[in-house]
C-alpha cells in the first residue's frame, strides 16, 4: 500500500488532497503541518476516523524534525504542499514568506534527499517529490496568450518570488543529485474550507453578514479560476502517473474578471439566501486602492496534463461557484470557528 506523506495537508488545497486520498484511494496518508494561521484541523475532520490517516505537527523548516519525520514514516511520494500563500501577507511581511517557502522546501528536500538515498533500488525509482506551486510565478499576461510549461519566470510579489526560488530548488536536486521530482504550478483555487482572506471565500462571507465587499481598482484584474477538488484529483494523478522531472500546468479553463465573479457570488446568494435587510447584495460592493504590483492577468495552458495524464477539470466556473456558495452556507460552525481567531477580514497589504 503506497504511503503519502503530504506537507500543508491542513491547509485549503493540502486538506482536499487528504481528503481525496482517504476517500478515492487505498493509500497511507500522514499529513505534516505546522498550523500556522491558514491550517486548520476542522478541514480534516471528514477523514481522522481513518485508520491509514495519521497527523504529525511539525515544522518543515525545523531540520532535525522533518527529517526524523520523513525516516520515521518512510513515504514512497512526499506531496508538499505547506506554503505560506497569501500575495497580501507576502506584502505586509516577506520574512515569514523566504522561510516557509524557500529554507522550508529546501529542509524537506534535504530530508527527502538523505531518505531517498537509504532505499532499495526499485523503491528509489518509484519514489516521488512533488512540488505544488503557482501560476504566480510566470508574472502577468496581456490580452491574449496562457502561461504553459515553458514559460519564463517573471515573480511580481513577495509571494511569488519565494515560490519561485522554491521551485528552483526542486529541479536543481533533481539535475544535481538525481531526486525524482515533479513541480505542478496551477491557477487561482476556490472551493470548499479555503481562509476567508481570498477573494471569493471573503466575498461570500461579507456578503452574507451585509459588509463591504471590496474590489481591488475597478476589478479588471483577471484569474482563471480552478476548483479545488478538480485540482486534488489533477494533483493525485501526477503524483501517481507523472514523469519524473516533469512540470505539469492545471488550470481550470475558467478566466473571469475580479468584478465578475463577485457579482456571481451576489447574484447565488440573492437567489438561495436573500435577506431583505441587506437587499441586493451587488449594493455592497466597494472599489478600493488596488494590490501594489497587481498582475493583470494569469490564464494556464493545461493541455500537457490533459495528453500525457488524462486529467481535465470537471467543474464549470459556474458549477463550482454554486456549489462552494451552499458550502458555507451550510458549514457556518466552521467558518465561525475561523473567525472568531486571528482573522476577521481585514484588508492586509496596502504597503504604506
Known sequence: MPRLLVTGGAGFIGSAVVRRLIEATEHEVLVVDALTYAGNLDSLAPVTASDRYAFARVDIADERAIEATVAAFAPDVVMHLAAESHVDRSIDGPGAFVRANVVGTFMLLQACLKYWRTLPEERRAAFRFHHVSTDEVFGSLGETGA?????????????????AASDHFVRAWHETYGLPTLVTNCSNNYGPYHFPEKLIPLTILNALEGKPLPVYGRGENVRDWLYVEDHAEALIRVAETGRSGETYCIGGNSERRNIDVVRAICTILDRIAPDPAIGPRERLITFVADRPGHDQ?????????????????RHSFEEGLEKTV????DNRAWWERVRSGVYRGERLGVAV
Open 147 to 163: 502561461f504553459d510549461e515553458t514559460t519564463a519566470y517573471d515573480p511580481r510579489s513577495p509571494y511569488s518570488a519565494s515560490k
Open 297 to 313: 492577468r494569469y490564464a494556464i495552458d493545461a493541455s500537457k496534463i490533459a495528453g500525457e495524464l488524462d486529467w481535465r477539470p
Open 326 to 329: 451552499r458550502w458555507y452556507l
